[in-house]
């Protein structure tokens, strides 16, 4: 398991970036699911650099990890902030026309179906959010 350790600003959002691409390149990934796997990280590392600590930063963990057996590269999300469960936010209704859709929702929304599958805990004051994705599946 590879393991980095940022402060929770958006400024860190490239070397979050890079550090899950290294590694799903070493792993000889597919273009499109390395890019999957960006905009997982661009959505979730800036919903906790703006809404985890209020208007201060904070410690994030990011862990990155790969079970061969399952072929499934795994992407761990650890915060101090406020406890906050992105699974069980409402989903956005995408029927709706754009001006009369609430601001908000659409990322979360993304990131659940680019994923294979996604956890969520509150542990030791801790969020942990986990992602999961099989890198042998090509959509």
């Given at each position: 398991?590879?393991?980095?350790?940022?402060?929770?600003?958006?400024?860190?959002?490239?070397?979050?970036?890079?550090?899950?691409?290294?590694?799903l390149?070493?792993?000889?990934?597919?273009?499109?699911?390395?890019?999957?796997?960006?905009?997982?990280?661009?959505?979730?590392?800036?919903?906790?650099?703006?809404?985890?600590?209020?208007?201060?930063?904070?410690?994030?963990?990011?862990?990155?990890?790969?079970?061969?057996?399952?072929?499934?590269?795994?992407?761990?999300?650890i915060?101090?902030?406020?406890?906050?469960?992105?699974?069980?936010?409402?989903?956005?209704?995408?029927?709706?026309?754009?001006?009369?859709?609430?601001?908000?929702?659409?990322?979360?929304?993304?990131?659940?179906?680019?994923?294979?599958?996604?956890?969520?805990?509150?542990?030791?004051?801790?969020?942990?959010?986990t992602?999961?994705?099989?890198?042998?599946?090509?959509?």
């Open positions: 398991m590879k393991e980095l350790h940022v402060n929770s600003n958006v400024e860190n959002i490239p070397t979050v970036k890079n550090f899950v691409c290294s590694e390149e070493r792993l000889g990934c597919t273009e499109r699911l390395v890019m999957q796997m960006k905009m997982a990280v661009d959505e979730l590392f800036a919903n906790i650099s703006f809404y985890a600590y209020d208007s201060e930063s904070g410690p994030v963990t990011v862990l990155f990890d790969y079970e061969e057996e399952s072929s499934t590269a795994i992407l761990t999300f915060d101090e902030g406020k406890p906050y469960n992105p699974l069980e936010a409402e989903e956005p209704d995408v029927e709706l026309e754009g001006e009369l859709r609430p601001i908000g929702g659409l990322g979360i929304f993304l990131v659940r179906n680019l994923m294979d599958d996604m956890l969520y805990e509150y542990k030791d004051r801790q969020n942990i959010l992602l999961k994705k099989n890198t042998e599946i090509l959509f």
